[in-house]
């Protein structure tokens, strides 16, 4: 049985940080594409971040580019999403997402597992 848990979420200022947790159980994050996405009230969810379990990426939305980096602990089976220069838009509640093979990274439905969400909240 699959389990994505994430933690880290909360309420922070802008321009401040949060580094976001999502660990694994059930699968080996080396063997998966882990990504990340969000979504904010009354919107659709969007994607944020994707580490590829082959050489090629990561890759970031636009929006959180230069601002926010993934990562991976192979040992602790946990991919992380530290960021940076938070702003009031970046507030969403946060999932992390996991997929063996995909056509398009950035689409939501083609991911096959999914985590329970963590809140960010920025205020300004």
């Known amino acids: 049985q699959v389990q994505l848990v994430e933690s880290g979420g909360g309420l922070v200022q802008a321009g401040g940080s949060l580094r976001l947790s999502c660990a694994a159980a059930?699968?080996?994050?080396?063997?998966?594409?882990m990504g990340w996405f969000r979504q904010a009230p009354g919107r659709q969810r969007e994607f944020v971040a994707l580490?590829?379990?082959?050489?090629?990426?990561?890759y970031y939305a636009d929006s959180v580019k230069g601002r926010f980096t993934i990562s991976r602990d192979n040992a602790k089976n946990t991919v992380y999403l530290q960021m940076d220069s938070l702003k009031p838009d970046d507030t969403a509640v946060y999932y992390c997402?996991?997929?063996?093979?995909?056509?398009?990274?950035?689409?939501?439905?083609?991911?096959?597992?999914w985590g329970q969400g963590t809140q960010v909240t920025v205020s300004s």
């Open positions: 997402a996991a997929v063996r093979w995909f056509r398009t990274y950035d689409n939501p439905l083609e991911y096959e597992y």
């Open positions: 059930g699968l080996t994050c080396t063997t998966y594409n």
């Open positions: 580490l590829r379990w082959s050489a090629s990426g990561p």
